[in-house]
């Protein structure tokens, strides 16, 4: 049972804004590209993503509708990002890239 406006308005918004599936879909897709478009240097508006990815986990939809797909991009990016970079890297500059890629990742989700 909702209990105040604020549960209310967000069961709404999930319901009649988000939910249906091609909302969701176009959603989804600008913030993994958003992230993706990040990792490789460009600028994106680091606020948008943060305030998407907030709404997802206000709308208790992260787990369901975002989580999953990020992981998949997430592996998906990285793997092809270390096949690329280590035939032509030594060990010591390998740790300096999963460090940098680290860090904006947590920057991302921080902002």
């Known amino acids: 049972m909702l209990t105040n406006h604020r549960d209310l308005?967000?069961?709404?918004?999930?319901?009649n804004v988000?939910?249906?599936?091609?909302?969701?879909?176009?959603?989804?897709?600008?913030l993994l590209t958003l992230i993706?478009?990040?990792?490789?240097?460009?600028?994106?508006d680091r606020s948008l993503v943060?305030?998407?990815?907030?709404?997802y986990s206000a709308l208790n939809l992260y787990t369901d509708h975002?989580?999953?797909h990020f992981l998949?991009?997430?592996?998906?990016?990285y793997m092809a990002?270390?096949?690329?970079?280590?035939?032509?890297?030594?060990?010591?500059?390998?740790?300096?890239?999963c460090a940098r890629d680290t860090n904006a990742d947590f920057r991302l989700r921080s902002t």
């Open 9 to 15: 308005a967000l069961h709404l918004f999930r319901e």
């Open 18 to 30: 988000v939910s249906p599936p091609e909302t969701d879909k176009r959603v989804l897709s600008g």
């Open 36 to 44: 993706e478009h990040d990792r490789l240097g460009e600028t994106v």
């Open 50 to 55: 943060s305030s998407l990815v907030r709404m």
């Open 66 to 68: 975002f989580e999953r």
């Open 72 to 77: 998949e991009t997430t592996h998906t990016f």
């Open 81 to 97: 990002e270390s096949e690329s970079k280590m035939q032509d890297i030594d060990v010591s500059s390998a740790r300096s890239l």
